[in-house]
């Protein structure tokens, strides 16, 4: 990927447990976003955190942005079998290039 | 408020042809882009309109192109189609330039 990758790339766990999901980046940025996508859909937006933010939170969701590390990492507390679906960061650099990671495939089970 | 629309939602094509795909953006957004989704390049970032204006382009030959209409409604162009352009394409709209983006359900292209 020209600028991010996201680790684990799948990640398979029981409902009601934690899924963390990380995503590391070349360059600087303006800002990095998570989206979510079920199977081959439209990406659904989950949460923005901007270059001069550590920590964001939205409901379930947890985001951290380390600038010096150049990564991001997604925490999805009480995870549902309704999670399960592809979760990409998105950044937007300082060139208003806009990248997407390659991807993390969460599975839920019930 | 209704979100973004793509259509079609499917298309077949055979190589060489041209196709022009639509988006429309949700109503006041006034940002658009445009995305290509593959399962060997992932989601890569094709261009982004904004006020009829070109703002941004990505990697892709000539054979992409796209345009946005004083309504911030855009169709995207890809002339002379080749087999690696089967892909799911995914159109965005923000209410400003660099805001959070919203998608649509994408339109799927099969090439043959």
């Known amino acids: 990927s020209q600028q991010g990758e996201e680790d684990p790339q799948a990640l398979s766990i029981q409902e009601g447990e934690n899924a963390t999901m990380n995503c590391s980046y070349k360059t600087s940025i303006n800002n990095l976003q998570w989206y979510r996508q079920n199977s081959g859909r439209g990406l659904v937006h989950l949460i923005l955190i901007r270059s001069n933010e550590r920590e964001k939170h939205s409901g379930r969701l947890r985001v951290t942005l380390d600038t010096s590390k150049k990564s991001s990492s997604l925490l999805i507390t009480a995870s549902r079998a309704a999670d399960t679906a592809s979760y990409f960061c998105?950044?937007?650099?300082?060139?208003?290039?806009?990248?997407f990671g390659s991807g993390t495939k969460l599975n839920v089970k019930p | 408020k209704a979100g973004v629309t793509q259509t079609p939602r499917y298309l077949i094509k055979t190589r060489g042809q041209q196709v022009t795909l639509s988006c429309s953006p949700i109503s006041g957004h006034r940002s658009v882009s445009w995305y290509q989704q593959t399962p060997g390049q992932g989601l890569q970032f094709l261009f982004e309109?904004?006020?009829?204006?070109?703002?941004n382009k990505g990697n892709f030959p000539g054979r992409f192109s796209g345009r946005q209409f004083s309504n911030s409604r855009s169709e995207m162009n890809v002339s002379t189609l080749e087999l690696g352009d089967s892909a799911l394409y995914l159109c965005?709209?923000?209410?400003?330039?660099?805001?959070?983006?919203?998608f649509g359900p994408g339109t799927r292209l099969t090439v043959l």
């Open positions: 998105a950044t937007d650099d300082l060139v208003n290039k806009f990248y």
């Open positions: 965005a709209s923000s209410l400003a330039w660099r805001d959070t983006q919203y």
């Open positions: 309109y904004f006020s009829e204006t070109q703002r």
